[in-house]
């Protein structure tokens, strides 16, 4: 069974930075496809950022440019560096994972295609 532990949220001003990090364990082989969602009050959970095996990124419209997905070469963890944040982009932020990838990018970003879910690590902007 996998489990994913995230860290590293926290509260930044407007225009600062954070990154998260996501430990992968409990798998018999690393997952093939990671990545990041978050979800804020009231809202439905979106896609940020996927990363597959292959390396190849996917990232929401709204992080383009902001947002660096990445992973340790052992591929037991998952990091999120944010940077330039808003205050859109508070809520809490998670990091998933499944067996293999969805080919287009609108599937990687939705949430129903991964079955593994960290408890979650807050994100908070202010202005």
């Known amino acids: 069974q996998v489990q994913l532990v995230e860290s590293g949220g926290g509260s930044v001003q407007v225009g600062g930075a954070l990154r998260l990090s996501c430990a992968a364990r409990?798998?018999?082989?690393?997952?093939?496809?990671m990545g990041w969602f978050r979800q804020a009050p009231g809202k439905e959970r979106e896609g940020v950022a996927v990363l597959d095996s292959d390396g190849r990124t996917t990232y929401a419209d709204s992080v383009k440019g902001r947002f660096t997905i990445s992973q340790d070469n052992a591929k037991t963890s998952l990091y999120l560096q944010m940077i330039s944040l808003k205050p859109e982009d508070t809520g809490m932020y998670y990091c998933?994972?499944?067996?293999?990838?969805?080919?287009?990018?609108?599937?990687?970003?939705?949430?129903?295609?991964?079955?593994?879910w960290g408890q979650g690590t807050q994100v908070t902007v202010s202005s």
């Open positions: 409990g798998y018999t082989s690393p997952p093939k496809c």
């Open positions: 998933a994972a499944n067996a293999i990838c969805p080919g287009s990018d609108g599937a990687r970003l939705s949430r129903i295609w991964f079955p593994y």
